[in-house]
């Protein structure tokens, strides 16, 4: 079966600790996208990533960090300096042949106290 | 930045009634899609449009790109217990005949559906 897979489902961490979320896909997609969902609001973009080695960011990169060395990966962490870090996050891929249609996986809730 | 409004933020609707819900911009996008997210779940792609005026239909679901390109709408006909959630616009500009696929979102509208 093709998709995007997120682990985990749940991640609990302390204030001050940074945090890596996975997001792997083998829908063979050249673009992979982090987005963070807060309560009564849209999604809102983290980082993308275009091709391999290359990564851009989004409308709010701030305290987040990513890397791309393989085409079907591309996790992302949560730093120390991300004020608010508990959120939903969303990893998404894009196939270069779709100017536009993203398929999300099923998402990382991260909780920090 | 482009935003998105999308109306009305919630709908409490018995099964069998049909479902309309829209989402305006003050900017033209070039393309327009609609995703459906359960709870706890990622989203999922339930319509794509391309072209200004453009009407696609996906089961009991419709959804129109506007004239303007300012705008998009969906319907829902015949609605069925499954069909709560939450609908999300989502509007693209291809600035430049490039596009590296960015997505502004709509807030979402939750549809609540009473047996």
């Known amino acids: 079966d093709g998709g995007i897979t997120q682990s985990p489902k749940y991640l609990f961490r302390k204030e001050g600790q940074n945090v890596t979320l996975s997001c792997e896909q083998n829908?063979?997609?050249?673009?992979m996208y982090w987005y963070r969902q807060d309560p009564g609001q849209g999604l809102r973009l983290i980082y993308y990533?275009?091709?391999?080695?290359?990564?851009q960011k989004g409308d709010i990169a701030e305290g987040y960090s990513v890397s791309r060395e393989k085409k079907e990966s591309f996790p992302l962490t949560v730093t120390s300096a991300q004020k608010n870090p508990t959120a939903f996050y969303l990893c998404a891929s894009k196939s270069g042949a779709s100017p536009a249609e993203q398929y999300f996986g099923p998402g990382t809730r991260l909780t920090v106290t | 930045g482009q935003q998105l409004n999308q109306s009305p933020q919630s709908m409490f609707i018995q099964e069998g009634e049909d479902v309309s819900m829209n989402c305006t911009s003050s900017s033209i996008f070039n393309t327009w899609l609609w995703y459906k997210q359960d709870p706890g779940e990622g989203p999922v792609l339930l319509i794509a449009l391309y072209k200004a005026g453009e009407l696609t239909s996906n089961g009991r679901l419709t959804a129109q790109f506007g004239i303007t390109r300012k705008d998009s709408f969906l319907n829902i006909s015949a609605s069925i217990p499954s069909d709560v959630g939450i609908y999300f616009c989502?509007?693209?500009?291809?600035?430049?005949?490039?596009?590296?696929?960015?997505?502004?979102f709509g807030q979402g509208t939750i549809l609540t559906v009473h047996p």
């Open positions: 989502a509007g693209q500009v291809n600035a430049g005949g490039t596009s590296y696929g960015k997505l502004t």
């Open positions: 990533s275009q091709i391999v080695n290359d990564f």
């Open positions: 829908l063979n997609h050249d673009a």
